[in-house]
T-cell receptor
Framework: AQKITQTQPGMFVQEKEAVTLDCTYDTSDPSYGLFWYKQPSSGEMIFLIYQGSYDQQNATEGRYSLNFQKARKSANLVISASQLGDSAMYFCAMRETARSNTNAGKSTFGDGTTLTVKP | DAGVTQSPTHLIKTRGQQVTLRCSPKSGHDTVSWYQQALGQGPQFIFQYYEEEERQRGNFPDRFSGHQFPNYSSELNVNALLLGDSALYLC??????????????FGPGTRLLVL
């Protein structure tokens, strides 16, 4: 069964500094996608970045990058040059996608990390 | 281009009642998934609809049921509400139900309070 673990309930970072949010996952499916979402206090989940299990390069989207270490089953989110507006809950999620997998299409989320950016 | 929309935004019900939540997917998306997010936790997958059929289901009782319409919009129904059903219910849409790289986009959610 797929599982996502986020071991940092809360993180603090100084404005303009970089921060890494940890995510480890467990799956036996060779085909999967990894996602990071941001959830401000308003509640809406905002998509940040995606990494496919077969992607050779680490994904990047603006100030967000994903440090994908497949052998370690790790998919950490790196936010560079933190801004006050980055303060939110961050979720790592995974979806198994092999068509032979009866669980294909289900998404599993971690319990999240609350990031607070200090001025 | 409208994103995912959900209605209502907030709802208060009493135990034993039934509730229907609604979701319209992002333009061009044909797959809708529903999630339950309890306070302080990550979203839990309820089920996913594609081509008007339930394609995947999470570990939720039969009290949770859904429907997808020909225009791809969807409803989540919860019968015999329990206090533990109080949560934020999120709808997500995507342009395919299993493909790698098909990102789900979420709506603003419906906050359900069961008294």
């Amino acid at each position: 069964a797929q599982k996502i673990t986020q071991t940092q309930p809360g993180m603090f970072v100084q404005e303009k500094e970089a921060v890494t949010l940890d995510c480890t996952y467990d799956t036996s499916d060779p085909s999967y996608g990894l996602f990071w979402y941001k959830q401000p206090s308003s509640g809406e989940m905002i998509f940040l970045i995606y990494q496919g299990s077969y992607d050779q390069q680490n994904a990047t989207e603006g100030r967000y990058s994903l440090n994908f270490q497949k052998a370690r089953k790790s998919a950490n989110l790196v936010i560079s040059a933190s801004q006050l507006g980055d303060s939110a809950m961050y979720f790592c999620a995974m979806r198994e996608t092999a068509r032979s997998n009866t669980n294909a299409g289900k998404s599993t989320f971690g319990d999240g990390t609350t990031l607070t950016v200090k001025p | 281009d409208a994103g995912v929309t959900q209605s209502p935004t907030h709802l208060i019900k009493t135990r034993g009642q039934q509730v229907t939540l609604r979701c319209s997917p992002k333009s061009g998306h044909d797959t809708v998934s529903w999630y339950q997010q309890a306070l302080g936790q990550g979203p839990q997958f309820i089920f996913q609809y594609y081509e008007e059929e339930e394609r995947q289901r999470g570990n939720f009782p039969d009290r949770f049921s859904g429907h997808q319409f020909p225009n791809y919009s969807s409803e989540l129904n919860v019968n015999a509400l329990l206090l533990g059903d109080s949560a934020l219910y999120l709808c997500a849409s995507s342009p395919g139900w299993t493909g790698v790289g098909e990102t789900q986009y979420f709506g603003p959610g419906t906050r359900l309070l069961v008294l």
